[in-house]
């Protein structure tokens, strides 16, 4: 069975780093774009990051820019989020997702979800 599984969430001061983790089973990354998406409490849901198939390129909404890195190992079949210089904003759950669909911050293109990880950033 196709599945995607988020770790790495915590508890996190402002300005802190977590790095999470996204592994697949059933399928290999390397063959979809996978994205990283948050959901605050009382916001909509939004695309953070993404790095696409073949090429590895990445993308990132402009509120993340030079804080976060998206990154892939194909030998643990293993997606991560690095993130830095946390602000209480970033609060959120995270989630990663796979598609096929080249607009890999659009939370529609994505056909496999993982049940997501939190993250609080807070003193």
């Known amino acids: 069975q196709v599945q995607l599984v988020e770790s790495g969430g915590g508890l996190v001061q402002p300005g802190g780093s977590v790095k999470l983790s996204c592994a697949a089973s059933?399928?290999?990354?390397?063959?979809?774009?996978i994205g990283w998406f948050r959901q605050a409490s009382g916001k909509e849901r939004e695309g953070v990051s993404c790095?696409?198939?073949?090429?590895?390129?990445?993308v990132y909404a402009d509120n993340v820019k030079g804080r976060f890195t998206i990154s892939r190992d194909n030998a643990n079949n293993t997606v991560y989020l690095q993130m830095r210089s946390l602000k209480p904003e970033d609060t959120a759950a995270y989630y990663c997702?796979?598609?096929?669909?080249?607009?890999?911050?659009?939370?529609?293109?994505?056909?496999?979800w993982g049940k997501g990880t939190l993250v609080t950033v807070s003193s």
């Open positions: 997702a796979a598609g096929l669909d080249s607009s890999c911050l659009f939370s529609g293109g994505m056909d496999y």
């Open positions: 790095i696409r198939r073949g090429s590895g390129h990445t």
């Open positions: 059933g399928f290999a990354l390397d063959v979809y774009h």
